[in-house]
């Protein structure tokens, strides 16, 4: 069949030029946004006039019947209809005549990709950040039942203080919380209709763009078509957006392969969520977590790739624009699918406070403490505090204990000072407790840090709903 954009062309078009320059193997994602656009832009071309009222419901009539084709997958995608947009508007043609060749009026496929991606982005963005509203309430649970579950707290990797796990939980969850913010940002600054700027300079029949916006959720019409059907923002934001998060949940991931090992025994992963050795019998392998830790490299890629293909770009819409699609959707799915697992790992593994505690009880995590404690009772300044506590600590490597198990009477010799009290500042729970500041991590302030997160999440679901409610 001849192509919708034929006209002026005498040859048709090469097979290898279809396979090169078709986008409908991807872009077919997009046929329930496509249809949706369409469907106002008719409303709006009825409106003023371009179309009959019955053209109009024939074309409503068609579209709703392309739409069930494609959920009942009986609709036939044709690599020579190019994209999903001629593939809708050709099959729309075939079923209704006439009336489906004045749709495209006002139209350009500029506006209309523009739109209908736009669509995912915003619609997807959404999803996520209901899924990681849903990950930092499980996090929470967990947290809350460990705001006195003590662990060594670390700095590159060696021990450095004692925390509560809870607490360690509760940072996770500050960077998913800003990443839930950074997604909402991006919502509204990228909430703008695009459709009605037509090729790249607007149309010369009144598209009610303000009209279509409304009806379509949109806060309003975009300010300027040329930006319009040329920008990629919207899809680059929801690509960083994707990176920070996946980057995040790499850390995470990380975490739990550690803490699953032989060496910290902090946890185990559910059998549901772990895999076995093809030929080591005995092992259970975090292969979840790794994956989850190495996914967040594709989305990176995909960041990286669709800037360099929008780098360099003259104004207005160029065909280079149609490699945007295929690495958010891989982004969008593969931070939909990492979030659901992690959830689940999160939920179902075990956990071990008799190993943390034990781990603790190694490294001198309350060497600061002694230190401190130097200070406000021997009245050192801290560098001389800080000096004569690592001598203690090399005393105590040199017996192989720990400084929490000296007894005060060796440490004041080798302090050469006499003071009491000290046994009470190298207790695991008294420093965790002591460090009370905003923020840190004595359970009192780690309750607070909970509610607060639960707090903003009550209210930023119902920010959610009322101001993303749009394209449902
Ligand atoms: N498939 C194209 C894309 O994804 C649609 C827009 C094509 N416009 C054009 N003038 N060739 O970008």
Known sequence: MAKLWSGRFSEESSGLLDRFNASIGFDQKLWKYDIKGS???AKMLWNIGVLTEEEYQAILKGLDQIAQEIEEDVFVFKISDEDIHMSIETALTARIGDAGKKLHTARSRNDQVALDFRLYVLEHNQILQQKIAALIDVILELALAHTQTIMPGMTHLQHAQPISFGFHLVAWCASFKRDCERLYDSYERNNFLPLGAGAMAGTPYGNDREAMAKELGFKAPTLNAMDTVSERDFALDLLYDISMLLMHISRVAEELVLWSSYEFKFIALSDGYSTGS???????????????????????GNLMALLSVMKGLPLAYNK??????????????????????????LSTMQIFPQNMLKMAKVGHLTATDLADFLVQKAKLPFREAHHLTGKIVAYADQKGVDISELEEKEILQVACLDISGIKGVLDLKNSMEARDSLGGTASKRVLEQIESLQKWLQRYQGLQNQGHQNNG
């Open 39 to 41: 469907k106002i832009h």
């Open 320 to 345: 280079d624009t149609q490699e945007d699609k295929e690495g958010v959707f891989d982004s969008v799915e593969t931070a939909l699918i990492s979030l659901d697992i992690l959830k689940e790992v």
């Open 278 to 300: 093809s030929i080591m019998p005995q092992k259970k392998n975090p292969d979840v977590p790794e994956l989850l830790r190495g996914k967040s490299g594709r989305t990176f």
